[in-house]
């Protein structure tokens, strides 16, 4: 039995790999990973030894929060991505279904819905799907139904909003996330996107999956090895994510500071003036599904704005600048990187305007 997780991880391709190409002869620091990190660690321990005041009091508890609520996330995230590395390609290719099709874009979906992460996990792993071969319509359709529809957020989300309201979001975001990957998969067709590189060939079927589980499970090692190939092969493949979640965190830590969430429930009601601030808001605002769900029940329940709720948690999605520039720096295209908020915030508006209207 192999002393790995489960077979060898494949040859690392020459092009973009999950987070972007390997290390050159000239290796150089990465400023923006360890800076953000330094930041993170800093204010994190200001607010543990109560050493800071005032605003930078603010920026150290909202670091301090999003790490504990988003930390979990993440760690499972490297675990599924660790994992990921050691799946053959055509397995991957096989669950997920046809590249560019309607099936292989319904599975990508439900792929999304159904894997418990919150959105920077679902980020390494949509990204590490990319590497496998999934298509740009898939890995889209993956990231847009993914972020605050994972079971527990679910229960979460019908604890604070109730579970009509929870079915309804859940179904228009998935509705959104099919077009939007339809819509990508088209423009790859059609040759105004980039197609994935590491896409197979469509002309064979793909294979069952089944007897591939069976191989892969015969290959199965627990050793301390194995393990610990997955813990670095996940850290490898999701340190491009990690960059950017942390600079992230800070940011929002910033923006926190400068405008509390509560505020959000006074000034964003159900109109179009509404609307527009609350998409710039949660462009602006970085924060995990676990940060944006509360928040989206507050404008749901404060502020009488379902439109605004979903609105905050789509749009967080579609423009939100960690998971723009990963796929910037992963399929090495600023085009395709901000086809995602082009494609996908105008549905998201649409569908708010029209949910605003059953304001109660």
Known sequence: MSEHC???????PTQAGCCGAEPTAKKRPDFLLWGSLAGCVLLYSLYLTGLASGWLMHMAHGVFELLNTMWWGVVIGIVFVGLLNFVPQQLVVSMLGRGGSFSGILRATAAGVFLDLCSHGILMVGMKLYQK???LGQVMAFLIASPWNSLSLTLVMIALIGLPWTLAFIFLSMVIAIIAGLVFDAAVKRRKLAANPQAPEQEA??????PQLKVLWGQLSLRPQALAAVGREGLKGSRMVIRWLLFGVLLAAIIRALMPAEAFAEWFGPTLIGLLLTTVAAAV?????EGSTPIAADLMNRAKAPGNSFLFLMAGVATDYTEIMVIKDTMKSWKTAFALPAIVLPQVLLVAWILNFFAV
């Not at 605002?285 to 599904?289: G, K």
């Open 6 to 12: 489960c077979s060898k991880p494949e040859p690392k």
């Open 133 to 135: 071969g999934a298509s």
């Open 285 to 289: 605002i970085e924060v995990c599904s």
């Open 205 to 210: 079927k793909p294979e069952p999956i089944l």
